[in-house]
Each structure stands twice: as structure tokens, then as C-alpha cells.
């Protein structure tokens, strides 16, 4: 969904690359070159997400837009080319959500990093543990200006109470000296339900206890900060770990997901149908392990060309994700695809796949000019209490004898 983002800069060169920037991010952006053009747009009905505020306007030279801005409630990130400690200082006693010296080109590159995460941290949740109020406060306060959903425990073990019951937490900020179970305790207990790949740890102190940040690191932290810290240091450590688990979280879907129809792919298809059919098995739940084919694709090829194929097979997937939702699916190559269900009886599964077949068959595929017909042939094994791959074999023998019998039928593998 596009946000509002407010661009005000009296420089044309660099409203010019704060633009592309937004735009590049799918912000709407609107500029305002003086503090005049602020306080008429803040007037108006539009919503801003957040804002890029140049900290010297030809009529405002000593930041006052920061303040209109900020007390509209709109996220403001501070752009300036004074490098002063003073002006440094009166920029960070406000609520900003950062702020960066105009020094090179690698301030633009550290605004596009924020004006992402600004709106990707929205549904991420980071717990803060600290037995003291006033601390939680603050990195509450902090967090809360990132968008990230804060969640707050005042020790170890209502923090785990609150990870159990919240799959959105990804980043747990710990205080290290708290009664019950200190913060090196509790990192321990997280690290034995959750790895460095699906949940951050960062100890905090304001002990004077140089040994800290070694202790609780080899205990399983991902960083340490001292007490008190500079919000700059806050938000570049809580980013640089956000974006590690994100690109971790993108190398594991990549490795998983077919790249063309973003369904599973083989090896994440045998991963999740064995867990399936452990479950199946424990419920006694009837199945079926279905392999699916497009007939005559590449005679679609040769007629309409491949991009026409990959569209029907984009949308072949989506026909599969909204029919047999909560299933196991996997796009195995080429035009073959694997379903496995679950259902009452093994009637009721055939029933499904059959209207899926039949939905597929008499559906028009629109791509540019063409309106394009497609049938699918399955092969389905029932029930069977063979290993997963010699149960892939015989659907696909299924499968085979449904193309070989006319295509656009369902063939059940006779055991």
C-alpha cells in the first residue's frame, strides 16, 4: 500500500534524489521548500507516513519545522549539513527517528535503509525486558518511533510467558541484572527454544562490569550496549540485526520456494509432507498424495509463447493455493505439480480434486489478446503407508496412465 511521505528541502539536487529514493520504495511523496509550504500541507487532509526535514529553511534556520512536523504526530527523519555537537544535540532531545549529516553519499543510502524498515518493521515485534521502569519506558518510547510492535516484561520469566504467546516477536533487548532470572539466564533459555536465525538477542547494562558483553554474547547474545546509549547506536545495532534475520528469512525462502510461482518447492514439499503425513497417520486421517501435469504445455509454448506458459502456470498455482487452501502444494518443474490432502474419506478427496480439474477445464486463461483453454491430468494415491517417495512414484505412474487414457481425468494408482 503506497504511504505519504513529506520531502521538505529547499535544494533542488537533493529533493531530486530524496524523491527517487520515496518513490523508488513506493512512498507518494510531497515536497515543501520553506517552512511556510510546511505549515499550509500540515493544514490540509493528507496523512503522512513520515517526513524528511532539513534542519535550515530560508525561513526557518534553526530547525523550527521539526517541531511542526513532530507535533502532528508524522515520524520525522532530520537532514542536515551542520555538523555542530550543539545542533546535534537539540535535534535528539526531540522525538525524530534519526537523524543524518548531509556529508557524502552514503547519508542517502542510510535514508533509504530507514524509509524501509519504517514501513517494514510494521507486524514486527521486539520484547523488552528490564526490571526497571523508566528503562522499559525509554526503549519502548524508541522503538515505538520505528514502528515496530513493543512488547515489555519486567523479568525472565514473564518474558517467556509473553515469546510463547507471540509468534511476531523476532528481537528480545534484555537487561542483564534483574532478580529471579538475570538476563544471561534468560538469553539461555531463548537460545534453546530459538536459533540466531529466527530471533535476535541484545543484553543492555549500566553496570560497570567490563566482563558483560563477552558473558552474555558466548551465552548465546547476538550484541551488547551500554547503558546509558545514544539512540543513533540503538537504531543502527536494532536495524543491522533486523536486516540479518530478514536476509536470512529471503536465503531460506529462496531456497524453498519455486521462483516463478512462489509455491514450495521439491525440497521444501518433502520436508513439510513427511511432518503431514506423521500427523495423518497419529489422527488416522484419510489422504491423498496427488501429482498433477498441464496437458499438451508445450504445444501452449510453441502457439503463444513462453511467457504466456509461465503465466498460465502462475495462475494455475493460484487456482491450487485458493482450492486446496491449507494443503500441502509444490511445484515439482516444468508443469508438474503435487497436492497432498486431507479429508474425511478418500471420496470426499477425490471429489475435491476432480473440481479443481473440472474448474481448471472450463476456465479461460486471459493473456494479452489471447483467451487460452488448459486441462490437467492427476494421478492420486490413497491411504498408503509407503515412505513419501515410493508414494510419489506410484501417483506419478497414476498420473502417466491419465495421459496416456485421453488426459484431463484422475487416475487413482491401484495398490
Given at each position: 500500500m ?7 528541502e ?26 511556510a509550504?510546511?505549515k499550509k ?11 524528511t ?20 504526530g ?65 526503549i ?24 510463547k504467546?507471540?509468534?511476531?516477536i ?9 532478580p ?6 534468560l538469553?539461555?533459555e ?6 540466531r ?21 558466548k ?26 534475520l530478514?536476509n ?12 516463478l ?8 514439499f518433502?520436508?513439510e ?6 500427523s ?17 504445455f ?25 482450492h ?22 478418500q471420496?470426499?478427496?477425490y ?31 490413497f ?8 508414494q ?20 487413482i494408482?491401484?495398490q
Open positions: 503506497s504511504k505519504n511521505l513529506l520531502v521538505v529547499d535544494s533542488k539536487a537533493i529533493v531530486s534524489i530524496i524523491k527517487k529514493i520515496g518513490e523508488s520504495l513506493g512512498y507518494i511523496v510531497t515536497v515543501a521548500v520553506s517552512h509550504e510546511v500541507l500540515l493544514q490540509s487532509k493528507t496523512e503522512f507516513f513520515a517526513a526535514i532539513d534542519y535550515a529553511l530560508p525561513d526557518a534556520e534553526n530547525g523550527e519545522a521539526i517541531e511542526s512536523i513532530l507535533s502532528h508524522i515520524p520525522g527523519v532530520v537532514m542536515t549539513g551542520r555538523m555542530d555537537d550543539e545542533t546535534r544535540q537539540k535535534i535528539l532531545a526531540q522525538p525524530v527517528i534519526d537523524y543524518i549529516p548531509k556529508e557524502n553519499s552514503q547519508a542517502f543510502m542510510y535514508l533509504k535503509r530507514i524509509l524501509y524498515w519504517q514501513s517494514a518493521n510494521i507486524g514486527i515485534g521486539v520484547l523488552v525486558v528490564d526490571d526497571s521502569r523508566t528503562a522499559r519506558n525509554h519502548h518510547e524508541l522503538l515505538k518511533r520505528r514502528n515496530f510492535t513493543v512488547y515489555v516484561a519486567e523479568g525472565g520469566e514473564q518474558a517467556l510467558e509473553i515469546i504467546n507471540h509468534n511476531d523476532k528481537m528480545v533487548i534484555t537487561d542483564l541484572e534483574m529471579n532470572m538475570d538476563g544471561i539466564e538469553t539461555n531463548i537460545r534453546k527454544r530459538y536459533n536465525d529466527q530471533m535476535s538477542v541484545i543484553g543492555i547494562s549500566g553496570a560497570d562490569n567490563v566482563n558483560y558483553s563477552a558473558r552474555i554474547i551465552n548465546g547474545a547476538d550484541d551488547f550496549i551500554r547503558k546509558p546509549f545514544c539512540p543513533e547506536e540503538f537504531y543502527c545495532r536494532i536495524t543491522q540485526h533486523i536486516e540479518n530478514h536470512i528469512e529471503r536465503i531460506r525462502k529462496a531456497a524453498n520456494t519455486d521462483y510461482t512462489d509455491l514450495p518447492n521439491r525440497r521444501a518433502f520436508k509432507a513427511k511432518s503431514a503425513l506423521e495423518f497417520a497419529q489422527q488416522k486421517k484419510a489422504y491423498g498424495l496427488a501429482m498433477l501435469d498441464i496437458d499438451y508445450k504445444k501452449v509454448n510453441d502457439t503463444y509463447g513462453h511467457e504466456a506458459g509461465d503465466h498460465i502456470l502462475k495462475m494455475l498455482a493460484h487456482e491450487m493455493r485458493n486446496f487452501n491449507g494443503c500441502s502444494l509444490a511445484r515439482f518443474g516444468g508443469e508438474e505439480f503435487v497436492i497432498l490432502l486431507s479429508g474425511a474419506d471420496g470426499q478427496i471429489n475435491q480434486l476432480d473440481a479443481f480439474r473440472e474448474a481448471i477445464a472450463t476456465d479461460e486463461i486471459n493473456h494479452e489478446a489471447h483467451q487460452i483453454n488448459v486441462t490437467v491430468s492427476v494421478g492420486v494415491i491411504n498408503s503407508v509407503l515412505s513419501i517417495e515410493e510419489l512414484n506410484q501417483a506419478d505412474l497414476a498420473l502417466y496412465n491419465a495421459k496416456e487414457n485421453g488426459r484431463n481425468q484422475i487416475v494408482f491401484d
